[in-house]
């Protein structure tokens, strides 16, 4: 399966629609190779271009969606616009109500031990049928990590979610990625507590008029200090453009 991939600032994102990205994460479950499957805002293009080992690992992903409004508003400046923002949450969340009638398997990995476990037991009250095979919070040290390896590699799930933020989550996914059982692997920051239920999703209105960066910033506050990077990318895009309206280097098959 093969989709047309905008290049924001160096990082490849694929023009997919949710359903489209459900199928490759589902088609994944089926394939011999690993599949990584992240999910880049303007702030990870930011920290890619200020950090060379996370940008080289979100140019071998499998599949990379516009996780932010932001990416899709810079695909638009670039003039070869993405169909639509594709947030992670939503594809596990679509993915989920997939693999409640097949017999693929999850694993949960990071927030904290209450939520992690919380978020396991709302996942398999809302899509019952949901194999759950296992779960463990993301406070763990290097001694303890081949320790949570060998649990998962008992289990051989299809799916590992990582949640251990950006660009962490990435790293470590990239990392060990050969060490782990599993076919599909997807980095989804703070997911675990929107399906715990501790945070609440912006109301669908807001999702709708593509506001949901409002909301957050409005009940948390303490985002400012990300969000002021979303007029720096914009910025960066900008100048991006300029440059590659000489070079053409926009789009890459």
Known sequence: MSFTICDILGVPI??????????????????????????????????????????????????????????????????????????????VQSIFSKMKYSENTVYFLGSDKDTVFKAKDMMEKKYQGLKILGAHDGYFDEKNE?????????????????GLGSPKQEKW?????????????????????????????A??????????????LITQPTRIKRMLKLPLFLLKVVSYKMKGAKNGKFIKK
């Open 173 to 201: 996914i990239y990392k060990n990625k050969d060490k782990i059982d599993a076919k599909v692997f997807i980095g989804v920051g703070g997911s675990f507590d929107v399906m715990s239920g501790n945070v609440k999703r």
């Open 14 to 91: 694929n023009n997919v629609n949710l359903i489209e990205a459900t199928a490759v994460a589902m088609l994944g479950f089926e394939k011999d190779e690993k599949s990584l499957i992240f999910t880049p805002n303007p702030e990870f293009v930011i920290n890619a271009l200020e950090d060379k080992e996370f940008m080289e690992i979100l140019n071998s992903s499998s599949l990379n969606v516009a996780d932010g409004i932001g990416i899709v508003i810079a695909s638009k400046i670039l003039g070869f616009p993405l169909r639509e923002r594709v947030a992670g949450y939503d594809l």
């Open 146 to 162: 081949n320790i949570i390896i060998d649990e998962i590699n008992s289990l051989k799930p299809d799916l590992l979610l990582v």
């Open 203 to 216: 109301p669908k209105l807001f999702i709708k008029l593509h506001l949901e960066w409002f909301y957050r």
